[in-house]
């Protein structure tokens, strides 16, 4: 190697030690290891920032979007139940997600399908009161190991397809050729993942639910008179074990339900009084069927989508202070309605209308937004601000949000449409349908999973570039001498190496050749060293940047560059043994 390929070497295992050993962002790690790249001149700013212009960064951004859609319109928490059900453990929580994505992902490509459904697992993890990042990496891994058993189950199978067909002539790979050893390893990977991840998986919570709630409301909600949640018991409407909030009582047809039974069945127009924090309060928001009781709330002006939640702290200088909400007129006076009261942190029970209120009492109002700008430098309060992600869910247009993203997927998976593309027609669509906005598709996008992705990808361009990938693969592939197994073996561990580094397709695309020139030399079959080709650029598990969907959970799983090395390392290994043990015997030499 020539003295810019050992830099470019030195440069990514700084970045992995960095990532691996500290909490420094992993954007900052490696935006810090492109412009080392740079300012040595290894990468041309055009090729170093190339990254940025890749279509598979553009295609995750686009489908923050398309993921917005989905949340907005409660179509997410809808899926979520479907999928998920209620099981009372993580193991049986793993088991249903990951079974249920393998064998989906085995026919459609992994990338939109994690992006369809880490919004669902968020929904549903919240609402069941567990951690989320016991979900999004075996969302990921379940993903990955259900497309290494079809040749369309990843893009990275159809890359070395493609190569088998212009390069070789040995027959095409068959549609289920692969899961011979494809199948084997998928089971043996999610029985690995359930048993491990109690140990080797930590508990992460996303940087948005690390707040805790100093305020405790109150909140009354109502059955709608056609609610789905009619004739269901609490424990099956989901409302038994919501995250930081809970059920006080029923008041039915003038009857008050204290200590309520998970078996209560709910009725139309039943009152339920729910006490928890803000951001629990705004869960109970996104249910459909229930809806605010406070009467006033039914005179605002604005449809209910337009409307979202606010905080506000009443001033001693205020017009209401002294009067009940009731008699101070709040709706005619701010085109706004109280729906919850905390005073010094703490509820104040009984009716909203009769609360009378004191200087410091903090409102939880529903509003237009334009609330906040209207009374934000007002006398009347101290503080106002919007509670974010309050907005309640368009659930009207669920269905339509369900049909775009499976007319997405079709024309990704089945008319073989460019990803990009689908998601980009998908957003537009989700847009220009209203099942969200244009602001809060914006706020959606997570830049800092862009950052790390674009940086990614020209960081390994310039392993490349310097031909340092090639030396590490062709000094590898020496070791194995002239045994066709390790020389498999060899093949397998030097792709897995350079898929955890550079992408996947780029990994495949740089081994077949080896790969091509070691089975001509040992005078064998060239087909085991395909099949383990494609086995090891798809099966990428002990680095974020690895694999395009590991990056996708990495900031909603709020997890650290270690937890996929510790939980993804042992994974690697044992789906290189289960190839190792399996391709000989189904492809021989």
């Not at 460019?418 to 969200?436: D, E, H, K, Q, S």
Request: aromatic share 6%; with cysteine; glycine share 8%.
């Amino acid at each position: 190697m020539n003295l810019q390929a050992w830099y470019a070497l030195a440069v990514v295992m700084a970045a992995t030690g960095l990532l691996v050993f500290t909490r420094i962002g992993a954007d900052l790690v490696m935006i810090a290891a492109l412009t080392a790249l740079l300012v040595a001149g290894v990468l041309p700013p055009a090729e170093g920032l190339s990254g940025f212009a890749n279509p598979g960064l553009a295609t995750v951004a686009v489908l923050f979007v398309v993921a917005s859609g989905l949340i907005e319109t409660g179509a997410a928490g809808a899926l979520g139940q479907r999928l998920l059900g209620q099981p009372r453990t993580i193991t049986g929580a793993q088991s249903r997600l990951m079974l249920a994505v393998a064998a989906t992902s085995a026919f459609l490509n992994n990338t939109p399908l994690v992006a369809m459904l880490i919004p669902t697992v968020q929904d549903w993890a919240k609402k069941n009161r567990m951690s989320v990042s016991r979900l999004m990496m075996p969302l990921s891994f379940a993903a990955i190991l259900g497309g290494t058993c079809t040749i369309i189950g990843t893009s990275t199978n159809l890359v070395v397809t493609g190569l088998v067909a212009t390069h070789t002539d040995i027959t095409p790979i068959g549609f289920f050729e692969i899961a011979w050893v494809g199948l084997p390893s998928a089971l043996i990977g999610m029985l690995y993942i359930v048993a491990a991840s109690r140990w080797l998986l930590p508990e992460r919570v996303p940087p948005m639910q690390e707040r805790s709630n100093a305020r405790e409301y109150a909140l009354e909600m109502m059955v709608e008179a056609r609610s789905p949640l009619i004739g269901r018991s609490i424990e099956e409407a989901g409302l038994r074990r919501l995250h930081g909030v809970f059920l006080a009582e029923i008041e039915r047809a003038g009857t008050v339900l204290p200590a309520v039974a998970p078996t209560e069945r709910l009725q139309s127009e039943d009152r339920l009084v729910f006490v928890g924090g803000v951001d629990s309060v705004v869960d109970l928001y996104k249910i459909k069927g229930l809806v605010p009781a406070p009467d006033q709330v039914f005179k605002l002006d604005a449809p209910r989508p337009e409307r979202l939640l606010v905080e506000a702290v009443v001033s001693g200088t205020s017009p209401v202070v002294g009067q009940t909400i009731r008699d101070g007129r709040f709706r005619t006076r701010y085109d706004a309605v109280v729906v919850a009261v905390a005073r010094g942190g703490q509820r104040i029970p009984g009716r909203i209308g009769d609360i009378r209120l004191q200087p410091g009492d903090t409102l939880l109002i529903e509003s237009r937004p334009s609330f906040v700008e209207h009374n934000r430098h007002s006398r009347d309060f101290i503080l106002v601000s919007a509670v974010r992600g309050s907005s309640p869910p368009r659930h009207e247009r669920a269905a339509l949000a369900t049909l775009i993203l499976a007319g997405m997927v079709a024309a990704a998976s089945v008319a073989r449409v460019p990803m990009l593309i689908a998601a980009l027609v998908a957003a537009g669509f989700m847009l220009l349908a209203r099942c969200t906005t244009g602001p809060i598709a914006r706020r959606s996008i997570d830049w800092q999973v862009l950052v790390v992705i674009g940086a990614a990808i020209s960081v390994g361009t310039a392993l490349e570039r310097t031909g340092a990938a090639a030396a590490i693969a062709g000094s590898w592939l020496e070791l194995a001498g002239d045994r066709p197994l390790l020389a498999l073996a060899a093949i397998y561990g030097i792709t897995i190496l350079l898929t955890e580094f550079i992408t996947n397709t780029a990994a495949a695309a740089l081994v077949f050749p080896l790969a091509a020139a070691a089975a001509s030399a040992l005078g064998v079959d060239f087909r085991p060293f395909v099949i383990a080709i494609m086995m090891a650029a798809s099966a990428s598990f002990a680095t974020p940047i690895g694999y395009q969907t590991n990056l996708m959970v990495y900031g909603p799983g709020g997890y650290r560059f270690a937890d996929y090395l510790r939980m993804g390392l042992p994974l690697n290994l044992l789906m290189w043994l289960t190839a190792i043990v399996i391709i000989p015997r189904v492809w021989a030499f």
